[in-house]
């Protein structure tokens, strides 16, 4: 009898959609991203309503989502996603800088931030990392998020204080964007050693995931 195997997360096909209305933008994307390693865009969709109706139809691991959708938009779709499909990870992929816009994407629910000038193989990177579980904020969009919520107040402080120097050089960097190997590779220490670091800092924070980490520092100004 053969063994059956199974295939390892970090080997696992990532299912992506993408949806976004410039067809060109979509059909570029699409044609770009499955040739990168282990993805593959099982739908794409111009707006959000095509986009729901196939959540099922594909079950996508990442959504791919522009804001500046016709009809619903993109933050409004990412929160149906979200209610319908609470594992599938999405990503806004937008030329939107606003501050109240990035508050109000990871505020629906979305998993990353990432703006349209990003080069195909760190996009690709992001789609994995943010598939494996990680948050990713683009660092153009993170400092400019930061202006929009209030100064550091007594909770802040108390937060600080909670945190080792390491936690709060993890915490800083996962605000940035990157990744768990990037954040080793800037620390030089393991990635395990970044997990369990981002797991006490959960811990501390009392939240369920790194987006809210990275929300949560960003809102409280706690950096």
Same mark, same amino acid.
């Given at each position: 009898?053969?063994?059956?195997?199974?295939?390892?997360?970090?080997?696992?096909?990532?299912?992506?959609?993408?949806?976004?209305?410039?067809?060109?933008?979509?059909?570029?994307?699409?044609?770009?991203?499955?040739?990168?390693?282990?993805?593959?865009?099982?739908? %794409?969709? @111009?707006?959000? +309503?095509?986009?729901?109706?196939?959540? &099922?139809? *594909?079950?996508?691991?990442? $959504?791919?989502? !522009?804001?500046?959708?016709?009809?619903?938009?993109?933050?409004?779709?990412?929160?149906?996603?979200?209610?319908?499909?609470?594992?599938?990870?999405?990503?806004?992929?937008?030329?939107?800088?606003? %501050?109240? @816009?990035?508050? +109000?994407?990871?505020?629906?629910?979305? &998993?990353? *931030?990432?703006?349209?000038? $990003?080069?195909? !193989?760190?996009?690709?990177?992001?789609?994995?990392?943010?598939?494996?579980?990680?948050?990713?904020?683009?660092?153009?969009?993170?400092?400019?998020?930061?202006?929009?919520?209030?100064?550091?107040?007594?909770?802040?402080?108390?937060?600080?204080?909670?945190?080792?120097?390491?936690?709060?050089?993890?915490?800083?960097?996962?605000?940035?964007?990157?990744?768990?190997?990037?954040?080793?590779?800037?620390?030089?220490?393991?990635?395990?050693?970044?997990?369990?670091?981002?797991?006490?800092?959960?811990?501390?924070?009392?939240?369920?995931?790194?987006?809210?980490?990275?929300?949560?520092?960003?809102?409280?100004?706690?950096?």
């Amino acid at each position: 009898m053969t063994a059956k195997t199974e295939t390892k997360p970090e080997n696992k096909i990532i299912k992506l959609m993408i949806v976004e209305d410039y067809r060109l933008t979509r059909l570029s994307l699409k044609t770009i991203l499955n040739t990168k390693d282990r993805l593959n865009v099982v739908a %794409d969709a @111009e707006n959000a +309503a095509d986009a729901l109706d196939m959540l &099922n139809m *594909y079950n996508p691991d990442v $959504v791919l989502m !522009d804001i500046g959708l016709p009809g619903m938009n993109g933050i409004d779709a990412t929160a149906k996603i979200k209610e319908l499909s609470p594992n599938t990870k999405v990503i806004m992929l937008t030329t939107h800088e606003k %501050d109240e @816009e990035v508050v +109000a994407s990871f505020g629906a629910g979305a &998993n990353g *931030y990432c703006l349209k000038d $990003v080069e195909p !193989d760190k996009l690709a990177e992001i789609i994995r990392s943010v598939a494996a579980g990680a948050c990713w904020i683009d660092s153009a969009v993170s400092e400019a998020a930061l202006n929009c919520f209030p100064k550091p107040n007594k909770n802040a402080e108390n937060y600080r204080k909670m945190l080792t120097q390491r936690e709060r050089e993890i915490l800083k960097y996962l605000t940035e964007g990157l990744t768990n190997n990037e954040i080793a590779n800037h620390l030089f220490i393991t990635t395990h050693t970044v997990k369990a670091h981002i797991c006490n800092i959960m811990q501390k924070f009392n939240v369920q995931d790194r987006v809210q980490v990275a929300v949560k520092a960003i809102r409280e100004n706690i950096l």
